[in-house]
């Protein structure tokens, strides 16, 4: 027997009953798979009914026509696990779903086509979003509430009053979503600002509110804009995220419970943002630009009740307390944080590790930006003939790394978060950059623009005439090209080394276990476990240690490999008990 979901004058309703939605985010990307079940029964032990996740459309079609629903993106899999554990769930396909995520989930296949209009009702963009959306639909419609499944609620787009309020986009999205098979309620999420509320409203869909804090006033703003039917905060803010050179942000549970109180206490339902934050895994982290451009950490903890590594926190306890004043809670017994185990591995090391993956693309007159050498490309090296008798200033518009060379000699770096886009050359011939793009915008009106190296550099004012030789690196192999390559002795000197460099190192477990692998005494670069690529470190912090989740570990041998970009002063692989995720800015 099936049940149905509605929204009824007041209330949700299930089965006719008024129902109260405790609900917890998860991002199914950002857990490994194996974990999937684990997470989710802890939030329901929380007391938690429901899960909701977002879907990133780059995770599940990164390159045009080559769509996933396997392994990290089983969206499928995911919901009947919800459903298998007892709970509902809610689904927030976008297509934009912002959440710190690479491009706001927006594909950079789509967005390298300056001519589309972003999330609006220009025929070329729906053409492409109609496409998804039907890609998706057929994952969640047979697993709908009404059909047996797990799924209550979909959303349509994401916070788009703070976007824009092209209502005719909106139609689109709702009519797509529809004709899919979606008969559950739609609902839609904006801050309880007047004008964000009112610019993404459609009649359509019931609204939902973003925010943490100030329960009653922000119940009230939304009351006015939703006259009738339940109210709901879609995200409850009970942590934040952490860009790179700033300091980990913690919130006090207390404070974060009293307001969750405030919320169920007031009949609202609750969408706890984030229950489980997970990890931003491979080159999946995004970056906010308000003025100054910001990428994220690799970590996606987010201070949630449940940890990055799956451990049960005090504001987990504070919640469930609270939780069970007002609903059910699963009295079965609860985890204790244990240790990981501690060990050090010492490197071997290979040389010249970018050119094991590099990929030679010819010359150009000017630069060529990473969206017009393709999808998702993150690392390019341009090359052009730069003659100088003397010292120059060179400037160049870098998004958003670079290590600048002159005869292939280094002589500095660019950094866009800091607002550097100058330093002084020495004489030479030629001039070469290596250009690493570090997260791509998540959130309003620079989703989508180039990367890589913009128009052309100049030194002492006169732009560098091309051709510019451009070879572009595949990050994601290079762990695994490493892990084959040869190795060269003489490349750690006293236990340092400079990069570009990869180093490896073997170790052995008893059995499978989640591990905290140290990155202090290195520089900038990237991480990998048995293959499995864990994401970006960068000695600027505040995260110090890499989440290695336990299915990626195995009894017997495994192997860690980092691809260094700068120097490390430690070639050895460390593993702690316990994360690091909160040390100061350097």
């Not at 098979?181 to 993404?200: E, F, N, R």
């Not at 550099?457 to 091309?466: F, M, Q, S, T, W």
């Amino acid at each position: 027997m099936t049940s149905r979901f509605l929204i009824g004058e007041t209330d949700f309703l299930l089965d006719g009953q008024p129902h109260q939605i405790i609900s917890g985010a998860m991002h199914y990307p950002r857990v490994h798979p194996d974990l999937w079940r684990d997470r989710i029964r802890k939030a329901r032990l929380m007391g938690l009914n429901a899960i909701e996740t977002y879907v990133p459309w780059n995770a599940h079609e990164p390159v045009k026509g080559q769509w996933r629903e396997d392994g990290d993106v089983d969206l499928g899999r995911f919901l009947d696990i919800i459903a298998e554990e007892g709970m509902h769930a809610i689904v927030r396909p976008g297509p934009y779903i912002c959440a710190e995520w690479h491009h706001g989930g927006l594909p950079t296949w789509l967005t390298a086509d300056k001519s589309l209009r972003l999330r609006s009702s220009d025929p070329a963009y729906l053409a492409e979003v109609t496409a998804y959306l039907e890609k998706v639909n057929a994952i969640i419609a047979p697993r709908q509430i009404d059909n047996g499944g797990s799924v209550i609620l979909v959303q349509i787009e994401n916070e788009y009053g703070a976007y824009g309020s092209d209502t005719a986009y909106l139609d689109t999205l709702v009519t797509t979503t529809r004709a899919g098979g979606i008969s559950v309620p739609l609902t839609q999420v904006d801050q309880p600002i007047p004008h964000m509320l009112a610019g993404g409203a459609h009649p359509a869909l019931h609204k939902t509110g973003s925010f943490g804090g100030r329960i009653a006033e922000r119940l009230a703003t939304l009351r006015e804009h939703q006259s009738t039917g339940p109210m709901m905060c879609m995200e409850f803010w009970c942590g934040w995220f952490d860009h790179w050179g700033e300091k980990h942000h913690t919130t006090a549970f207390a404070d974060s419970a009293a307001d969750l109180d405030r919320l169920l206490a007031a009949g609202a339902s609750v969408n706890i943002y984030m229950v489980h934050g997970g990890t931003n895994f491979g080159l999946t982290a995004g970056a906010n630009d308000s003025g100054r451009y910001l990428p994220m950490v690799t970590s996606y903890d987010y201070d949630s009740p449940i940890t990055e590594s799956g451990d049960l926190t005090e504001k987990f306890h504070a919640f469930r307390e609270v939780i069970a004043k007002h609903a059910p809670v699963p009295d079965l017994p609860l985890t204790t944080p244990a240790d990981a185990p501690t060990f050090s591995v010492p490197f071997e090391a290979v040389a010249d590790p970018l050119e094991l993956t590099a990929t030679d693309r010819g010359a150009f007159e000017t630069p060529a930006t990473m969206d017009e050498l393709g999808a998702d490309v993150v690392l390019v090296e341009y090359s052009a003939s730069a003659h100088t008798s003397g010292p120059g200033v060179l400037e160049a518009e870098i998004r958003d790394y670079a290590w600048v060379s002159r005869d292939a000699q280094p002589v500095g770096r660019l950094q866009r978060s800091i607002g550097d886009d100058s330093l002084m050359l020495p004489a030479g011939d030629r001039l070469e950059l290596l250009v690493e793009e570090t997260g791509r915008v998540n959130y309003d009106t620079r989703i989508g623009e180039a990367k890589g190296l913009i128009d052309t550099p100049r030194i002492d004012g006169e732009p560098v005439a091309g051709p510019w030789q451009v070879r572009t690196i595949d990050v994601s192999a290079l762990g695994r090209a490493v892990a084959d390559a040869a190795t060269d002795a003489a490349l750690i000197v006293n236990g340092r080394a400079s990069g570009p460099v990869g180093l490896r190192g073997t170790f052995v477990l008893d059995e499978q276990a989640d591990l905290f692998l140290d990155t202090r005494g290195w520089g900038k670069g990237y991480a990998w476990v048995n293959g499995f690529f864990l994401g970006r470190y960068w000695r600027r912090g505040p995260q110090r240690t890499l989440y290695v989740p336990a299915p990626v570990t195995r009894a017997g041998d495994n192997q860690v490999v980092i691809v260094e970009l700068e120097a490390v002063t430690d070639a050895t692989a460390r593993f702690l008990a316990r994360p690091d995720l909160g040390h100061e800015v350097e």
